[in-house]
């Protein structure tokens, strides 16, 4: 994996069409991205996290990251130098953006010029909220054990796939039991937790390119719409269909 140095001294503003990439690079200043609209899927060597219009990820400086949009992509993005860390955070962070912070964001990174002083006072805004809103566990972790990353692999080509960790452990040449104590020593979570964080990923990416509830649903394997929408619900504060709508400008009307 080739990973280049990219320089960042000023918020930016980039638009990605569908399925754009920015391949791997790091930056030297810790870096805020937030999709306006779109969906951003931020992969490091640890794992991956997708980051819907609501939310935003923290990515610390010198970690080493990769950009996908999935849909239409606005991102933003603000930076911080090395000893400005309102979160505390040495990996990337997904949280939420509420009205205020995302109107904040947009401000400092659109183009035009700004006064000094109201630059300064809306980046004191920005820290104050960063200092505020909470972290949320929305990684997908990657393992390192060649028989996980196989097993993860199927899932992640088909996540409506239901075998079981038993018949899943036979495709890849492992016992139930030894995957299952894998997955726990290596992502941190259980298969049944990572396989739903997949599935989350999956039907964010699925909403953005514009697929109906009940496709989405089916395609990342929920037994019904219902059982979709109160996971979805469940982790991203908002239904499927309030989130389709409030996709072109961000809100969270969850």
């Not at 819907?52 to 990769?66: L, Q």
């Not at 505020?132 to 566990?137: G, I, N």
């Not at 997955?183 to 049944?192: A, C, D, H, M, Y």
Request: net charge positive.
């Amino acid at each position: 994996m080739s990973v280049t140095r990219r320089v960042l001294d000023r918020p930016t503003f980039r638009s990605l069409a569908h399925r754009e990439r920015i391949d791997w690079h790091y930056h030297d200043v810790h870096q805020l991205a937030h999709p306006l609209r779109g969906v951003l899927q931020v992969s490091t060597s640890r794992g991956a996290w997708v980051v819907p219009p609501n939310r935003a990820v923290w990515i610390p400086a010198g970690v080493a990251h990769a950009h996908q949009a999935h849909g239409p992509t606005e991102m933003r993005s603000l930076i911080f130098q090395v000893g400005v860390n309102p979160l505390a955070a040495e990996q990337p962070t997904v949280l939420t953006v509420g009205p205020l912070l995302r109107e904040v964001i947009r401000a400092l990174s659109g183009p035009g010029s700004m006064v000094e002083s109201h630059r300064y006072h809306l980046e004191q805004v920005a820290l104050h909220e960063l200092r505020a809103v909470r972290a949320l566990p929305l990684c997908l972790p990657a393992p390192g054990d060649p028989r996980l990353v196989a097993l993860c692999d199927l899932l992640a080509a088909d996540p409506a796939d239901a075998r079981t960790l038993r018949e899943l452990g036979r495709e890849v040449g492992a016992a139930d039991r030894t995957l299952s104590r894998l997955f726990r020593e290596q992502t941190g979570i259980s298969f049944p937790q990572w396989r739903g964080q997949l599935r989350l990923h999956h039907a964010l990416k699925l909403l953005a390119g514009g697929l109906p509830v009940t496709r989405v649903a089916a395609d990342c394997g929920y037994r019904s719409p219902s059982a979709f929408i109160e996971a979805f619900r469940a982790t991203f504060g908002t239904t499927p269909g309030r989130y389709l709508a409030s996709g072109e400008d961000g809100a969270d009307q969850g």
